[in-house]
Structure formats: C-alpha cells, structure tokens
C-alpha cells in the first residue's frame, strides 16, 4: 500500500456518521440480536454507542409515507420508525457530543414550521443538529397532505433551494448580542430580531422567528443528490454530501473528484463540502470469517421472500411461491410502465436486466437469490479490523471520502464491533479522532461557520 | 369519595405573566436553553405535578420574543423525567396532521407512553408567516375537529402487532394489520397508514378548550370561567374537566399582589377569563380542595415559575397530597392510566368485528 506521505491528503481524518433508515432490507428483523426498530431504548442505546466511538453524527431517515408493492404495504422489510426531528430532541439530553441529523422533506414541509423545529433540536443540542435535505415530486406521498401532488418534477429542486434560503434567513434573524437583562426596556434588545419577508416563485413568507442562533451558527446541511442536478444543488448548498459512491475505491475517488469540481464551479472551497458515503461495515477475525459472515447476513437481508420480491419487479410478475434456491424464471420480463407506487426504486428497461442476470447466474452457476445477491448493490467493505482500517485510512488520504455514514445491519447493536475493534485500529494510524476536540457538530465536521448576512459571532 | 384532584402545570417561558422574566433567576440570554428546560421539568415532576403542558404557537408569545417548540422541548425532557405527563400544545389551523401525528407518536414512545396533546387553534397572523390563506371564524373549529380525527385515525392505523416478524414467510409487517385511514374532510385528504407504529398508549391523551371540538373526541376539556361556579358549569362533561387556574402567591420575595403589580408596571397581566387567585398558598390549597368537588383537574399557570414553583412545590402540593385532594402519579403509569383511562381499542379492528 502506498504510504501516507505519497497521497494527496496524508493527514485526513475520518468521519463516522451512522445511518439509522429503517425501512429497507438491509436491516436483518429475523435474528435473536435484532431489537425493536421504534422502541426509544434502541435509539438510545445506538446513539450511546456511536457517541463513545466519537463518531459525528447521529443521522435518521425518514420516508412520507408506507412503501407500497402490488398496491398493498410492502411487508417484507422493517418499516415504522419515528419522526426524526422529535426522537433526536428526546435524544439531545441524553448525549453531549454527537451530532444529531433529521431527514426532512422540502416538498411536504414549510419553512416557518420546519426551518423553526430544526433550530430547537439546534439551541436544545447546544450546536449539534444536522439537516439531510430531502425532495420528492411524487403525488403518491402528497396524498397524506393537504396539498396533495403539486409539485413538478422540474421545480423539486426550485423549492428545495428556496425552502434553505428561507430557513437560512431565520437562522440569521437574530442578532448575537440579542439578550436583554431583567432591568432594561425589554427581553430582548430593541431591534436585536428582524423580521424575514421572502417572495419567490416558491414562498410568500413574512415571519418574525422565535429562535436564536445556537452555538453552531446554523444547523449543518446534509444532502443525498446523486443525480447531475442533486450534485449540483449539493454543490451550491449543502455542507456534507450522503452518496452510494463509497463501496469501490475508483468510484469512489470519481464521485469526489467530479463533485469537488463542481463545488468549486458553484464559489466554494473544494472542500467546503465533505463527502460521506452510505456504506455497511461488516467484520471478522480473518478475511475469511468476514467473508463467511457477510455471506451469513446477505441471506439474511435477502430472504427468499425479498428475492422474489426484488426478482418480480424485474420480471414484472408476481413470483411468489415460487422457489427462490431454485433457476431463474424462465419467463421473459413484461414490459410495464413504471405505476409510480413502489416509493423508492427507480424503472430500468427490465429486458436488459433480465438478460444480464441470465449471463451471470448461467456462468457462476446461481440460484435466483444467489443472483439477486450477487448482482445487488455493493454494500461496502468486509474484512478484519486492521485490514479495513489500512483501507479506510487510503480511502480518506487519497480523497475518495472524508468518511462513512455507516448503516448497521443489527439494531440496536449493530455498530459495537465497529466501535470496539474498528475505531481503535484507525485511531493507531492517525485517521481518526482519540477524543471529541469540538462541542458542535460543525466543529466536528471541521465546517467553517455559516456565512451569514448579519455581522460574524 | 371523588377521584383525586390531578393537578398539571403549564410551563412555557418563565411563567404566565408576560413580564415574568423580569423577575426569573436567569438571565434571557439562558431563557431558552436545555439546562433550564431540565430543572424546570424536573422541579415539576419532583413537586408531584400528574402533567406538564407546554404552550406554544409559531409567532413569538407576548413579552418574550424566544421560545422552542413545544414538541421539541416536551421530547427533550421525556427521557429525563420518569413519571411527568408531557403534553405540548400543537396548532391545527395550518399544521399538517400527518406530521402533528408521526411528532405525537413520538413523543409518546420517547416518554413511555406518559404524552398528550393540548389542541390550539392558530391566529391569523401566522398565515402570513406561512403565506397562506387566513382561517378565521368558524373555519377553525373545522380545522381543529377535523386535526384531531386524521390524529385518532393514523394512531390507529397500525394494530398493534403489525410487526410480525413471521420467518418462514419472511414478512416483518402483516399489511391486513394496516390500515389505510382514507381521511375526506373538506379541505383535504389523509391516505395513511402512519409511518410511526401505534404509540404505547394506543391513544395520546387529548386535551382541548371545552366547545373547540366535538367533546366525544376529547379526553380532558380545559374549562376556563372566572370563578368556581362559572367552571362548575362550564364543558360538557364527556370527559375528564380541568379548571383553569392563574395563579400568584405570596413568597419570601413578596406577596402576591405586590409581585404582580411589580411585573403590571411593566406590562399589565392580560385578563385570560380564567379563574385568578393571588394571595398565600393555604388560600390556593383551599380553592383547589373546592374545585376537586367540581372538576377532575386543575391545570396551573403560575405568575412566574422561579417563584411560584417552589412554593407551590413546599407548601401547596404536599397539603393536597396529605389531605388526599390529589396524589402523586404512580410510578410506571402512562399518563391514560394516571387518569384511569383504559388503554382504547383500535377502530379499525373494532370495526372488523362481526356485528
């Protein structure tokens, strides 16, 4: 391996987000070690955990509405989790470093309200919140809101960008030496906080926020954009970058390398914005038990029942009861218009799908579920605690990230073994940190403050 | 023997005068932050308080200009405090009851099941700050029946083992267990089902103004009226009644009259129309004895917190408790329990059953 004086960044640090998302198949429900996925005491215990691995954030997802298949509430992955913004105020009291990050949609939300919520996780963390902004068009979602489907495809990103710059102007309402004292005019200083009117194609807004600025400045901005157009609104607007782009060196060095540049096309520093990928860590004491053990928790996630699941959507047909340690269907796919309903997955030509799964399952000589796992995305790394770390620690020196949002497979103790073997052998190589140096979650992220309009704290 | 008195106290800001801050012990630069939240919250479950409330809307309240959301700060103290109802005041005018919902749900898991909900209507000014059409008049009674119904509705959209975990079919959920709740009303539609699972409580404990919704969809009515007989009479009476009880006593620091005049000089306490007592706490401790005869609860507003909570923590509290007028909530109880109301059945299934 190349030494870390030979990579462009031999002092980088890495940065550990973990992931909560809670509805998908990649969190395993059938095991003795799978806990509940909404009882306050799994968070609890998770975020206890990821705080003694001195990790940055505490980062939860969240989705408008049920994920649906075949018109009925997909049932085969963990779904029903709480309201992000709620469980990580609950969890401010219990935590005094940790970064604590809410998925919330720009689409279903307004700012007054939302742009509000965030700055009370912000001044009750004392500088810890996180935002992962979050867009949908689909009216699917709008039917659980007043407004039901009203946004085009094309204005997504109009309205996420107008919503920041709305919550920005609240974050900004309130001058710094804001406070009063008991004997003067007031609570707070005669002018101290401005009201903020803002006309858009978007908003039409005229408020007077209630909040100050929390020791953070503002709330730091998360975003997943992978799309050209998400790149670029991340470019402009967020401060850490959540892609897929973590699992394979080279693509996770492209994926860095095109949005620094686009980073710098949109004024900023080139690392004004930090890039942690999503990815699953999974251990062992060789390479070999890690392997084995990844194998053990792949047939876990895909089940039989979500092989054909997977598999059906593919084929367009409903495959249940069919074998799924069996061949592949022999049918071809039907070619369907996407029905809009799935939630999250996006409509590829199934034609082409279905003859490359036919290729690899033919020449590896694969059982359907064998194939769905084989042709899966990849999900990150596998290996023993010093091979990742050496890993992890190229990884980062060379740019390709500036960390992980890592998703455990178990909850809620799904990051011990990252915590207890992983963190300590990156801390040996100098990749990461042996105490928290900060008491803000931009401090920990080294984020420079908020460019604001009001004079510098 | 009547039921014990349960006694809740609201606990927005420094207190209900709205120049309570002048005479709290912190300064406004601490007024909104965590360590003051925590000792507030936990002053009120030590003094034996069956429930919090606080108040909240999206426009600064009168007098102080800072305040975090009500949710945001009841969820903040839910794991600190162990047996304290927490029941935020949230809006229905121009919130989004599928979001009002997951937040409730929430906070009733992060509290073990000890949340409620004190329904608000929203005033018109806030629909600038949204940039929405005002609703005013009748439209807000609307608003606010129909907020709590989409509310019931998702809480119950999930049964309570929809989470099935069943392996040998490999699903986690039974979609039968789900319930689309298909809410029409006239100006919207909720499709649902929740995407929070059915909270502990099954139902949050719900508070409203007596006659802003329908009383069956109420679980504790807040009777405001300016003297005893005027609560006596006041609500329904489908539910559980709470007076509504201002409140200033005499203190080391002074007495009661001189406090508020003290704080009137700087702005006069606005009369609210509910019933006002100032003067010692054997006097309160009396008036709270009476209204035990004619309403279940009493929720306090206390001129200034810093002030009126220790004394009502030594002297008012411990004399009802003794007196056996109100007791303290038990320990591990939800707030429903507290109250003695039975943990409800789900409507969906209980709309499944054969006839």
Redesign the interface.
Same mark, same amino acid.
């Given at each position: 391996m190349t030494s870390a004086d030979d990579l462009p960044r031999p002092d980088a640090q890495l940065h550990f987000g973990v992931f909560f998302q809670g509805v998908n198949h990649w969190t395993i429900?059938?095991e003795p070690e799978?806990g509940s /996925?909404?009882?306050?005491a799994s968070f609890?215990r998770m975020v206890a955990t990821a705080e003694r691995g001195l990790f940055d954030a505490f980062f939860l997802g969240?989705?408008?509405?049920?994920r649906e298949s075949g018109g009925?509430?997909?049932?085969?992955?963990?779904?029903?989790?709480?309201?992000a913004?709620? /469980?990580l105020?609950?969890?401010?009291?219990?935590t005094s470093r940790i970064g604590l990050v809410a998925t919330q949609n720009t689409t279903?939300?307004?700012p007054?309200?939302l742009a509000?919520?965030l700055a009370?996780?912000d001044?009750?963390?004392?500088g810890r919140a996180g935002w992962n902004v979050v867009t949908t068009d689909n009216a699917w979602t709008g039917?659980?809101?007043?407004?039901?489907g009203y946004l085009d495809h094309a204005d997504r990103y109009v309205r996420a960008e107008q919503f920041l710059q709305v919550a920005r102007a609240m974050w900004d309402s309130w001058a710094d030496d804001?406070?009063?004292?008991?004997?003067g005019p007031a609570?707070?200083r005669p002018g101290a906080?401005a009201p903020v009117r803002v006309t858009s194609s978007q908003?039409?807004?005229?408020?007077?926020p209630?909040?100050?600025r929390s020791p953070q400045g503002h709330p730091v901005i998360f975003q997943a954009g992978d799309s050209s157009d998400g790149r670029d609104f991340a470019a402009r607007n967020a401060e850490v970058i959540f892609s897929a782009h973590g699992s394979d060196f080279d693509d996770a060095l492209a994926f860095a390398t095109d949005v620094r540049h686009r980073v710098v096309a949109a004024g900023r520093p080139a690392d004004d914005l930090k890039i942690l990928p999503g990815t699953e860590i999974i251990i062992g004491d060789t390479e070999t038990e890690a392997e084995e053990k990844a194998r053990w928790i792949r047939l876990r996630q895909v089940?039989?029942?979500?092989a054909l699941a997977i598999a059906g959507q593919v084929w367009g047909l409903d495959l249940t009861g069919r074998d799924a340690d069996g061949p592949l269907p022999a049918e071809d796919p039907v070619v369907v218009e996407p029905t809009g309903t799935m939630g999250s997955r996006r409509w590829t030509d199934p034609r082409q799908i279905v003859q490359r799964w036919r290729d690899v399952a033919e020449a590896e000589k694969l059982t359907l579920r064998e194939t769905v796992i084989r042709l899966g995305p990849q999900r990150g790394h596998v290996g023993t605690p010093s091979g990742l770390a050496d890993r992890f620690a190229h990884f980062v020196r060379a740019g390709a990230v500036d960390g992980f949002n890592v998703s455990p497979y178990f909850t809620p103790d799904g990051l011990d073994d990252i915590v207890d073997r992983l963190v300590p052998e990156l801390q040996d190589r100098g990749v990461y940190r042996t105490a928290y140096t900060g008491t803000t979650l931009r401090e920990h992220l080294g984020l420079r403050d908020p460019i604001t309009r009001r004079a510098p704290r | 023997m009547p039921p014990p008195l349960h006694l809740a106290i609201e606990l927005d800001g420094d207190g209900a005068h709205p120049a309570a801050w002048r005479r709290s012990r912190h300064a406004p630069a601490d007024a909104l932050g965590p360590a003051r939240l925590r000792q507030v919250a936990r002053h009120a479950e030590n003094a034996g308080f069956t429930l919090a409330t606080f108040d909240d809307a999206l426009l600064p309240p009168a007098g102080v200009a800072g305040r975090v959301g009500a949710v945001e700060r009841a969820a903040y103290v839910a794991p600190l405090t162990s047996v304290i109802g927490l029941v935020p005041v949230v809006g229905t005018t121009y919130t989004e009851p599928f979001h009002v919902a997951s937040q409730l749900a929430s906070l009733d898991f992060a509290s073990l099941g000890r949340a409620g909900w004190v329904v608000a209507t929203t005033g018109a000014a806030a629909a600038a700050a949204l940039g929405r059409p005002v609703v005013e008049g009748d439209a807000l009674a609307r608003e606010a029946r129909d907020a709590v119904r989409v509310n019931r509705d998702l809480w119950d959209s999930w049964e309570d083992d929809a989470a099935i975990r069943d392996v040998l079919t490999g699903r986690y959920l039974d979609h039968t267990k789900l319930h689309y709740v298909d809410f029409v009303g006239e100006t919207y539609t909720v499709k649902g089902p929740a995407i929070v699972p059915r909270p502990p409580q099954g139902q949050l404990v719900v508070f409203a103004p007596a006659g802003l919704v329908p009383a069956d969809q109420v679980d504790v009515e807040l009777v405001a009226g300016p003297d005893v007989a005027a609560v006596a009479s006041g609500g329904s009476g489908a539910g559980l009644r709470f007076a509504e009880v201002e409140v200033a006593l005499d203190t080391a620091a002074g007495d009661a009259l001189d406090r508020v005049g003290d704080l009137d000089a700087h702005t006069p306490w606005p009369h609210t129309g509910r019933l006002r007592y100032a003067g010692p706490a054997a006097g309160l401790v009396a008036l709270l004895t009476e209204l035990a005869r004619v309403v279940d609860g009493v929720r306090l507003h206390p001129l200034v917190l810093d002030e009126e909570l220790p004394e009502l923590s030594a002297r008012v509290l411990p004399a009802l408790f003794e007196a056996r007028v109100a007791g303290r909530p038990p320990v591990g109880s939800t707030l429903r329990s507290t109250f003695g109301l039975t943990r409800p059945e789900n409507r969906f299934t209980a709309e499944e059953q054969p006839a």
């Open positions: 429900w059938s799978s /996925q909404v009882d306050f609890r969240e989705g408008l509405r049920l009925k509430v997909h049932e085969l992955d963990v779904a029903g989790r709480p309201d913004v709620t /469980q105020a609950a969890l401010a009291g219990l279903y939300n307004e007054a309200d509000r919520r009370g996780l001044v009750l963390s004392e039917e659980n809101f007043r407004r039901g804001w406070a009063g004292s008991a004997d609570w707070a906080v908003f039409d807004v005229d408020i007077t209630t909040l100050p089940t039989p029942a979500t | -």
